[in-house]
């Protein structure tokens, strides 16, 4: 049986200047580097695969397996009671959940440079189907997984189903809403960021951030990463469907943007040091996470927007709002700045074509920040978030203005980070409410951050009669089920009541839908 994790203590606090001196951020190694143990000569203190299990990026023939050897999760030099040795873990595949029909076996070696994770990405299988997996090391079993690879790229699809969900902070409120997601019929999920909360995070419920304060090395960030990956729900959501992931801020700093910190910590924050802090970070979201090799991190640089496709019914494109954006502005005056980058020309560009060649039945982006235009202001006057698109007015319009030239059909945008819920209109000019609409965005509350959230806050009001594109708000939490068939779709989003307590029921506060071939929401079941 797993072995209940340690409490820790106060731990010495890493400052910044001791990523480079310390606790230096490591590549992958070469395969003769590191010594490996051998599957018969393994000494370890315990059970090691604490931490659960998880798969993601299904292809039509694959997908990847992942794990993370710790036997001591919360140790506090961030090697999780692993010893400095590579280990060879093996990996097994099967059609049932009793593994009676292994497909496939093999093995992978987990190493110190990369936290003993596991990242095994398997080939062979069949298109659209669901396995199971698990992974053992001696005489110790992992928890079974399961997992589901995509359709054929041709494959005509009457219909599927996939979650998406973002914005988890331990500290601020139960997990409940994973419990719920595992039971979820999905094909996939979709995370949008804020895996981690960076901040030391007390809290008022008992689930106070390890380490407690801020964190800046890899020591620190394996360490947090740890700590979340242990929650149970967490882990059962990980086992129940293949997971496609990509970083938003708090898994780095807040409000960072490009080589800069957040503002209120920009001017004195030298760029040098905060890409220390960025390839940090990266380390530690790649190791706890099912990224294919092509997403490792070099330094401070990750391969983070791709894109997925299942069938002719879905093509996903993963976008990284973060790391090629302009810094944020401090004048709200210069959001249409013609020069100003969200998704850096590169992206763009990629996303575009991608669009463009497109011939899926529907589009859909996961994007970190919301997209539609968010007045936060009642009267005559108005006022921007300059976090989100808005303060990226003019590469907002480029994208719109490339999905229209593009004729790109049923253009859908998934989104996470304000933790609150809105489906509105994408529209070609937001200040002409009689516009074309180009599509449709599905923004989705958070997991946890927030704590316990209401049906309607004031910014919702505001919202709501500032913005007439907005066609629904919510501010509890939960997460969202997107249904997609051939002639519509339906987003339903999902809430529980309350996240200051464990065992909160879920239920469906509104169901979007949305018409093949006809921009925007057709209606709203509440």
Known sequence: MPQSPPMLPRRHFLALGGIAAGSAVLAAEPASATPTIADGRISLPGYVFTLGVASGDPTPDGVVLWTRLAPEPLALDGFAGMPNQAVTVRWEIAEDDDFRRIVRRGTARATPALGHSVHAEVRGLRSDRVYWYRFRI?????????????????????SLS???????AYFEGYFTAYQHLAAEDVALVVHLGDYIYEGAGVGSIGRAHLPVTETFSLTDYRI?????????????????????????????????????????????QDPAVFRLRR?????????????RASSMPHGPEMQVYRRLKFGDLLQLDMLDTRRFRDRLLTDPALRWDPNRQMLGAKQEAWLLAGLGASTARWNVLGNQVFAMEADHTDGPGERFGMDPWDGYAAARQRLFDGVVARRVENFLMVTGDAHRSVAADL?????????????????????????????????????????????????QRGYQVCHLARDQMRTDYRVVPFVNAPGAPVATRASIHVQSGQPGIAHVTA
């Open 224 to 268: 947090r990463f740890s700590q979340y990956k242990l929650d149970p729900a967490l882990q059962a959501a990980h086992a129940a469907a293949p997971w496609v992931v990509a970083p938003d801020d708090h898994d780095v700093e807040n409000n960072w943007a490009g080589d800069h910190s957040q503002p209120d910590t920009e001017p004195d």
């Open 138 to 158: 001696g005489d110790q079993v992992s928890p079974v997984g399961r997992t589901r690879t995509a359709p054929h790229p041709r494959a005509r699809l009457r």
């Open 279 to 291: 390839a940090a970070a990266y380390q530690a979201y790649y190791e706890n996470l099912p990224l």
């Open 427 to 475: 529209k070609l000019d937001f200040a002409d409410p009689t516009s074309r609409t180009v599509g449709t965005e599905f923004l989705g509350t958070s997991i946890s951050s927030g704590s316990n959230g209401v049906d309607m806050d004031p910014l919702g009001v505001t919202w709501l009669a500032e913005n007439p594109h907005m066609k629904f708000h919510n501010a």
């Open 162 to 168: 996939f979650a998406f969900v973002s914005c988890q």
